[in-house]
């Protein structure tokens, strides 16, 4: 069977729902989304939080990736859990709104990455933000609204109880000439949850992003779909995907898209699927008995 699509995102992590939400805004726009896992949709082993112990390391919700040996730590293999199924491991993660260092964003910049900076960032971290201000413990959760979105996709909250360590904790740490920053959001350190107060659920890609707009009729949402191959061709000395083939229900399809192909499967699984298809190094490639596109 042969599908006809303008966009197609290989995978739906966060990035790839929230390209489908964004390219669906679109009514003329045909949008097709392709998940390698099933849909978790009103499960509460995600919803509910502290129930960590039902996904991790569960073939079901956790791709489970292993380390090579680390010599450096006593030749022990670690496990890396990544989300296998709609919303990626933003369904499996513990909750935490994570920003990354403002060093971390800027020396991309400095090696030459034109507009990776800080405020660039925090301006689409903002539009993807609704931070709910705290109504408790406002000695202990503070923040600073400059910083923080209102209108966005993802809920943001402090936690609805706090465990009265706190402020002890902070003297001692101002004991030690630790000062106590005032909201983490700056670039410095992590703080808040992805906890929505008002139901008490994960807010995560998959109920933020992509339930408020699966009636869109031309976006298109394909769940324990595994690519097979990716389609491409030369366009002025380029390699340019033109579509992709993939199993669904042991059937073979093959996706056409006049548009472009869009691979957000995450940092591992990313270019392992350019890699399978001749994408990539050309030494890991030859290795592997792989043919490199060029």
């Not at 507009?115 to 201000?133: D, H, L, N």
Request: net charge negative; hydrophobic share 40%; proline share 4%.
């Amino acid at each position: 069977m042969k599908l006809k699509d303008k966009s197609l995102t290989i995978s739906s992590l966060v990035t790839g729902l929230v390209l489908a939400s964004c390219l669906s805004e679109n009514p003329s726009a045909s949008v097709l989304v392709l998940e390698a896992g099933g849909a978790h949709i009103g499960d509460n082993a995600l919803l509910v939080p502290q129930r960590r112990w039902l996904y991790l390391g569960n073939a079901e919700y956790d791709l489970g990736f292993k380390t090579e040996t680390q010599h450096h730590a006593k030749d022990r293999i670690f496990t890396w859990p990544r989300g296998k199924g709609l919303g990626g491991s933003s369904a499996i993660n513990h909750l935490l709104w994570n920003k990354p260092a403002r060093q971390h964003i800027e020396v991309w910049g400095a090696l030459g990455n034109d507009g990776w900076t800080w405020e660039k960032f925090q301006t689409y971290s903002k539009k993807s933000e609704r931070f709910v201000k705290p109504d408790h413990d406002m000695d202990v959760l503070t923040y600073d609204a400059t910083l923080h979105g209102e209108h966005g996709a993802i809920v943001t909250s402090f936690p609805p109880v706090i465990s009265n360590l706190e402020v002890d904790f902070r003297k001692a740490m101002e004991a030690h000439n630790i000062p106590t920053i005032q909201d983490p959001s700056r670039g410095s350190s992590p703080s808040l949850s992805t906890l929505d107060p008002t139901t008490h659920h994960r807010a995560y890609a998959t109920n933020m992003y992509y339930q408020p707009i699966a009636g869109r009729t031309h976006l298109k949402v394909l769940i324990n779909a595994y690519v097979t191959d990716i389609i491409t061709t030369e366009v002025n000395g380029l390699v340019v995907a033109t579509g992709v083939r993939f199993v669904e229900s042991d059937n073979t399809y093959t996706a056409n898209v006049t548009g472009e192909v869009c691979l957000t499967a995450g940092a591992i699984m990313s270019p392992k699927i350019l890699e399978m298809f001749g994408i990539g190094d050309s030494a890991v490639l030859e290795r592997a008995g792989i043919e490199v596109k060029t």
